[in-house]
């Protein structure tokens, strides 16, 4: 490991197959991790041995293989738990990703909370997931939208929060990181401004719980919401933490198999938590490849991998200002920052940029990142984002600036920029 670094890179990277693989003849450069994380071996490997030993439903079965599934999905639960040091295993509902666990809460507590004149407070730096459904919420109810606005330099606003957190708020929903600022947002005192007023505070965590330590009980939120998917995990998968006595309080949203304790043609009683939440046969694979996944950040040191980001992120920040026509979107100042860079040139569109950067085997973003109200909000329709994950290097950061250089020499020859 080289002097200063916080993570071993070079051992990561042989953990994860596809790293080795090529694009359009190049190495590939996976810098989109934002989107979604590549997956270690220990991951695919603990989806095969599910399929290939254990394969059975859960929670219903006295035979051995149903047995062994359902012990090793509540173990994953429990992993989960201790990842972002939640309060209880029953805290923790098994979602499909940060999409569905923010719609669990706008419908579930939304609905019986929230009425006529009420109002929801969300942020600038909202990706759709964290937007519509509060926003589809207040249709619902005849609540009121409220947006707290971003600062010159990226940051969110804060004394406009202390402002547009009043009596009426019910709810208040954040980003604890933009993902396309990468601004990170002070949620524990957003919580606590909240609370003050009696309302939850519901954080999108899709960002920050694969990046950096999490502990949902210190920040002081009702909810937390995000995607395995993120972070080393597969797709399919998602988490929502609650506060226990909000989720015993909260009726139930989806019905069917597993959330029931009794049904008769009358009616029906609720199953204990977390099983209230998570209706029908559950996704048992993804659920216990989550918990490795989880377990191969931990031991990694979610701090290390904090760490991590922010040097690569410093060095890119240092090396794009030799991008004369390139401008940046979000503070420049690792500390109140992820690893997350979106830029745009001048003159050329951002897809041009990233079908270029695909010729050299470099994988960013490109488009309004499911946050077009943020990204009109800069004057612009499109960005390129390049985003960093634990086996990222600062090798690579330089293969992103040339391709940049050739992109930008290229579209200059060709009388396009
Ligand atoms: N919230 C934030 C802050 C996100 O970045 C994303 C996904 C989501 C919610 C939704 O997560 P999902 O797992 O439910 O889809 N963000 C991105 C992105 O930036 N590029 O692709 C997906």
Redesign the pocket.
């Known amino acids: 490991m080289a002097a200063g670094a916080h993570l071993d890179v070079e051992r990561i990277r042989a953990d994860f197959p596809i790293l080795a693989r090529k694009v359009n003849g190049h190495p590939l450069v996976y810098l989109?991790n934002?989107?979604?994380s590549q997956k270690p071996r220990q991951v695919i490997e603990s989806l095969v041995d599910y399929y290939e030993r254990y394969n059975s439903n859960v929670h219903r079965g006295v035979h051995t293989l149903s047995i062994e599934a359902t012990d090793a999905y509540e173990d994953a639960r429990g992993k989960v738990q201790r990842f972002i040091n939640a309060p209880s295993p029953q805290s923790v509902i098994w979602t499909?990703?940060?999409?569905?666990?923010?719609n669990l809460v706008a419908y579930a507590w939304g609905d019986a909370n929230v009425g006529p004149g009420d109002e929801i407070v969300i942020t600038a730096m909202?990706?759709?997931?964290?937007i519509v459904p509060w926003q589809q919420l207040a249709f619902r109810t005849g609540a009121t939208l409220k947006i707290i606005p971003e600062t010159e330099t990226g940051r969110l606003d804060m004394e406009q929060a202390a402002e547009l957190i009043t009596e009426r708020t019910k709810i208040v929903a954040a980003?604890?990181?933009?993902?396309?600022l990468g601004t990170v947002i002070d949620v524990k005192t957003l919580a606590a401004a909240a609370h003050r007023v009696d309302a939850v505070m519901v954080v999108?965590?899709?960002?920050s719980a694969p990046h950096m330590p999490v502990d949902v009980q210190d920040l002081d939120c009702d909810f937390f919401?995000?995607?395995a998917?993120?972070m080393l995990g597969p797709?399919g998968i998602?988490i929502l933490y609650g506060r226990p006595e909000i989720l015993e309080a909260m009726p139930a949203w989806m019905f069917g198999g597993d959330m029931i304790l009794e049904v008769t043609y009358e009616d029906a009683s609720w199953n204990d938590l977390p099983y209230k939440f998570e209706a029908g046969t559950p996704n048992v694979a993804d659920a216990i490849a989550t918990g490795v996944a989880a377990d191969y950040l931990s031991a990694l040191g979610m701090e290390n991998v904090w760490a991590h980001e922010r040097q690569l992120t410093q060095y890119a920040l240092d090396r794009f200002a030799e991008l004369e026509p390139i401008r940046l979107l979000g503070p420049r100042e690792v500390d109140s920052k992820g690893g997350?860079i979106s830029f745009f040139h001048d003159s050329i569109h951002s897809h041009d940029l990233g079908t270029a950067l695909d010729q050299l085997g470099i994988a960013i973003?490109t488009g309004h990142?499911?946050?077009m109200p943020l990204i009109r909000s800069h004057d612009i329709v499109s960005a390129a984002?390049a985003?960093f994950y634990i086996y990222n290097t600062e090798d690579e950061v330089d293969v992103l600036i040339d391709g940049l250089k050739e992109a930008d020499r290229y579209f200059s020859k060709a009388g396009v920029a």
Do not use: I, P
């Not at 499909?96 to 923010?102: A, K, Y």
């Not at 909202?126 to 964290?130: C, L, M, Q």
């Not at 999108?204 to 960002?207: K, L, P, R, S, Y």
């Open positions: 989109d934002a989107a979604t499909r990703n940060t999409s569905e666990s923010l909202e990706h759709h997931s964290n980003t604890h990181m933009s993902n396309v999108d965590g899709a960002q919401a995000f995607s998917h993120k797709m998602g997350v973003r990142h499911c946050a984002r985003s």
